[in-house]
Protein backbone atom coordinates (compact mmCIF):
# COMPACT_ATOMS: atom_id res chain seq x y z
CA UNK A 1 0.00 0.00 0.00
CA UNK A 2 1.22 3.63 -1.08
CA UNK A 3 1.70 6.32 2.13
CA UNK A 4 0.67 9.25 0.80
CA UNK A 5 1.68 12.14 2.97
CA UNK A 6 -1.58 14.74 3.63
CA UNK A 7 -1.43 17.55 5.78
CA UNK A 8 -5.14 19.07 6.48
CA UNK A 9 -5.99 21.68 9.25
CA UNK A 10 -8.80 23.86 9.59
CA UNK A 11 -8.27 27.89 10.13
CA UNK A 12 -10.72 30.86 11.28
CA UNK A 13 -13.09 27.88 11.06
CA UNK A 14 -15.68 27.91 13.44
CA UNK A 15 -16.68 24.67 14.82
CA UNK A 16 -19.52 24.44 13.65
CA UNK A 17 -18.66 25.16 10.02
CA UNK A 18 -15.48 22.34 10.13
CA UNK A 19 -15.34 19.88 7.75
CA UNK A 20 -14.49 16.31 8.10
CA UNK A 21 -10.62 16.32 7.92
CA UNK A 22 -10.86 12.30 7.78
CA UNK A 23 -13.34 12.36 4.83
CA UNK A 24 -11.17 14.48 2.56
CA UNK A 25 -7.95 12.39 3.38
CA UNK A 26 -9.75 9.55 1.70
CA UNK A 27 -11.07 11.09 -1.12
CA UNK A 28 -7.52 12.30 -1.71
CA UNK A 29 -5.82 8.49 -1.53
CA UNK A 30 -8.57 7.48 -3.33
CA UNK A 31 -8.45 9.68 -5.86
CA UNK A 32 -4.85 9.11 -6.19
CA UNK A 33 -5.23 5.32 -6.57
CA UNK A 34 -7.93 5.73 -9.24
CA UNK A 35 -5.50 7.71 -11.23
CA UNK A 36 -2.82 5.17 -10.73
CA UNK A 37 0.06 7.42 -8.61
CA UNK A 38 2.22 4.47 -7.88
CA UNK A 39 4.34 6.45 -5.59
CA UNK A 40 4.02 8.28 -2.25
CA UNK A 41 2.67 12.04 -2.82
CA UNK A 42 2.56 14.86 -0.79
CA UNK A 43 -0.44 16.98 -0.64
CA UNK A 44 -1.34 19.80 2.06
CA UNK A 45 -5.09 21.04 2.28
CA UNK A 46 -6.11 23.74 4.36
CA UNK A 47 -9.77 24.71 5.11
CA UNK A 48 -10.76 28.11 5.68
CA UNK A 49 -13.69 30.36 5.82
CA UNK A 50 -14.30 33.13 2.96
CA UNK A 51 -12.03 35.61 4.16
CA UNK A 52 -9.43 33.16 3.86
CA UNK A 53 -9.88 31.70 0.44
CA UNK A 54 -10.87 35.45 -0.28
CA UNK A 55 -7.13 37.22 0.50
CA UNK A 56 -5.62 33.87 -1.00
CA UNK A 57 -7.30 34.37 -3.94
CA UNK A 58 -6.64 37.59 -4.00
CA UNK A 59 -2.70 37.18 -3.52
CA UNK A 60 -1.95 34.21 -6.22
CA UNK A 61 -4.43 35.02 -8.67
CA UNK A 62 -5.52 38.54 -8.79
CA UNK A 63 -9.33 37.66 -7.91
CA UNK A 64 -10.08 39.50 -5.36
CA UNK A 65 -13.60 37.20 -4.31
CA UNK A 66 -13.90 33.92 -2.62
CA UNK A 67 -14.26 30.79 -4.62
CA UNK A 68 -14.61 27.60 -3.25
CA UNK A 69 -11.64 25.50 -3.84
CA UNK A 70 -8.14 26.85 -4.59
CA UNK A 71 -5.47 24.25 -6.37
CA UNK A 72 -1.74 25.01 -6.34
CA UNK A 73 -0.01 21.98 -8.17
CA UNK A 74 3.49 21.40 -7.80
CA UNK A 75 3.72 19.90 -10.77
CA UNK A 76 3.59 19.56 -14.19
CA UNK A 77 1.80 16.91 -15.55
CA UNK A 78 -0.61 16.82 -19.05
CA UNK A 79 -4.27 14.92 -18.61
CA UNK A 80 -4.61 12.17 -18.17
CA UNK A 81 -2.56 13.34 -15.58
CA UNK A 82 0.04 11.03 -13.25
CA UNK A 83 3.39 10.50 -14.91
CA UNK A 84 5.73 9.88 -12.36
CA UNK A 85 8.93 10.09 -15.36
CA UNK A 86 7.24 13.64 -14.95
CA UNK A 87 7.84 14.46 -11.28
CA UNK A 88 9.91 17.35 -10.78
CA UNK A 89 10.31 17.76 -7.08
CA UNK A 90 10.44 15.26 -4.20
CA UNK A 91 10.75 15.56 -0.42
CA UNK A 92 14.08 14.91 0.07
CA UNK A 93 13.52 13.14 3.22
CA UNK A 94 10.45 10.53 2.49
CA UNK A 95 10.95 10.86 -1.10
CA UNK A 96 7.53 11.74 -1.55
CA UNK A 97 6.56 13.91 -4.68
CA UNK A 98 5.48 17.08 -4.06
CA UNK A 99 2.13 17.14 -5.72
CA UNK A 100 0.50 20.81 -4.10
CA UNK A 101 -1.46 23.04 -2.31
CA UNK A 102 -5.34 22.98 -1.90
CA UNK A 103 -7.28 25.57 -0.14
CA UNK A 104 -11.40 24.91 0.43
CA UNK A 105 -13.64 27.37 1.77
CA UNK A 106 -15.82 25.10 4.42
CA UNK A 107 -18.70 27.89 3.75
CA UNK A 108 -18.72 27.65 0.49
CA UNK A 109 -19.07 24.20 0.79
CA UNK A 110 -22.05 24.77 3.58
CA UNK A 111 -23.66 27.07 1.27
CA UNK A 112 -23.43 25.07 -2.47
CA UNK A 113 -24.81 21.88 -0.41
CA UNK A 114 -28.01 23.81 0.79
CA UNK A 115 -28.02 25.56 -2.77
CA UNK A 116 -27.97 21.92 -4.49
CA UNK A 117 -29.91 20.14 -1.46
CA UNK A 118 -27.26 17.73 -0.91
CA UNK A 119 -24.86 17.11 2.35
CA UNK A 120 -22.24 18.88 3.33
CA UNK A 121 -20.29 15.59 2.71
CA UNK A 122 -21.02 15.27 -0.83
CA UNK A 123 -20.13 18.88 -1.86
CA UNK A 124 -16.91 18.10 0.44
CA UNK A 125 -16.22 15.06 -1.52
CA UNK A 126 -16.44 16.41 -4.97
CA UNK A 127 -14.36 19.72 -4.40
CA UNK A 128 -11.76 17.33 -2.47
CA UNK A 129 -12.04 15.55 -6.08
CA UNK A 130 -11.88 18.42 -8.48
CA UNK A 131 -9.32 19.82 -6.67
CA UNK A 132 -6.60 16.74 -6.82
CA UNK A 133 -7.68 16.67 -10.36
CA UNK A 134 -6.20 19.86 -11.05
CA UNK A 135 -3.12 18.89 -9.14
CA UNK A 136 -2.96 15.66 -11.83
CA UNK A 137 -3.01 18.10 -15.05
CA UNK A 138 -6.48 18.37 -15.16
CA UNK A 139 -8.44 21.20 -16.65
CA UNK A 140 -12.04 22.47 -17.37
CA UNK A 141 -10.78 26.23 -18.01
CA UNK A 142 -9.26 26.46 -21.78
CA UNK A 143 -10.90 23.71 -23.90
CA UNK A 144 -13.98 21.36 -24.01
CA UNK A 145 -12.78 18.47 -24.39
CA UNK A 146 -10.39 18.87 -21.33
CA UNK A 147 -13.65 20.33 -19.47
CA UNK A 148 -15.43 17.20 -20.10
CA UNK A 149 -12.37 14.59 -19.46
CA UNK A 150 -12.31 16.39 -16.04
CA UNK A 151 -16.02 16.20 -15.76
CA UNK A 152 -16.08 11.76 -16.43
CA UNK A 153 -13.37 11.27 -14.14
CA UNK A 154 -14.75 13.29 -11.15
CA UNK A 155 -18.38 11.55 -11.86
CA UNK A 156 -16.18 8.12 -11.90
CA UNK A 157 -14.43 8.72 -8.91
CA UNK A 158 -17.29 10.27 -6.70
CA UNK A 159 -19.37 7.60 -7.84
CA UNK A 160 -16.86 5.14 -6.53
CA UNK A 161 -16.63 6.92 -3.06
CA UNK A 162 -19.93 7.51 -2.30
CA UNK A 163 -21.47 4.90 -3.40
Known amino acids: MIRHR ?15 IPLIKRCIRETLRLEGVDMPCEIS ?18 IDKPTDVLSFPMQEFVPPGWD ?20 ISAMR ?3 QAQE ?12 TVHSVLHL ?8 AEGKKRMRER ?4 MKLLLD
Open 6 to 20: IYARHSGVGSGERLS
Open 84 to 103: KNGIDGTDPVTGAAMLGDIV
Open 45 to 62: VLVTDDDGIRKINREFRG
Open 116 to 127: HAQSRERETVYL
Open 154 to 157: EKRI
Open 136 to 143: LGYDHVDE
Open 109 to 111: VIM
